[in-house]
């Protein structure tokens, strides 16, 4: 496995992750720098370079960057984003994930990828969940903004430094591993 090829997981798992804070977010990030000539996709994922794929990443984005701002909605926005997080965190560590199998690719892009990407979004979700319980919805402006922020954070170290991506990556799965073991001990 060459160096391109580890960076290209890397980039990938970063992207997964920052779809578990807000889906649409890194997959415009991804179609933007893969335009501009940033990043190579894979062939079968040149279509998100498109103007077509750009603009209506952009305008899912922007629906749902503001609809998380909207208490309740973005409980229910939820409900269908944790699915759609999993397949999202797949589809990127796909697309840029180069010169591998495809055996190797797709359990990868699944498992870490999918993964990922689904256990940040359930965090994230449970996040929510005890915001609108405890302030009525009015605190989850706030955690639309930090999620918000770390996607847009998670997005851009993911395309410029994405071995540092993906130490944080390891860092917030181990993290939530942390929360879930703390409270799995609480309940007994």
Do not use: H
Request: aromatic letters at 10%; glycine letters at 8%; proline letters at 4%.
């Amino acid at each position: 496995m060459n160096v391109e090829t580890i960076i290209s997981i890397c980039l990938g798992i970063g992207l997964a992750a920052s779809v578990g804070f807000r889906v649409f977010l890194p997959l415009f990030v991804l179609s933007l720098v893969s335009y501009l000539g940033v990043w190579d996709l894979n062939d079968s994922w040149q279509w998100l370079s498109s103007i077509p794929a750009f603009i209506t990443l952009g305008v899912a984005m922007l629906f749902e960057v503001f609809a998380y701002y909207i208490p309740f909605v973005d409980n229910l926005l939820d409900t269908i984003a944790i699915p759609l997080a999993a397949v999202a965190g797949t589809a990127v560590v796909v697309s840029t994930a180069s010169d591998l199998d495809p055996l190797i690719t797709w359990s990868l892009a699944i498992i870490a990828g999918g993964g990922t990407a689904s256990a940040i979004k359930g965090m994230s979700s449970t996040t929510r969940l005890a915001s609108s319980t405890s302030t009525a919805g009015l605190g989850n402006p706030v955690v639309a903004t930090i999620e918000t922020g770390g996607s847009i954070v998670m997005s851009l170290l993911s395309v410029f430094l994405p071995v540092v991506s993906f130490i944080i990556v390891l860092m917030i799965l181990y993290f939530l591993y942390k929360i879930s073991k703390k409270f799995k001990t609480s309940k007994n």
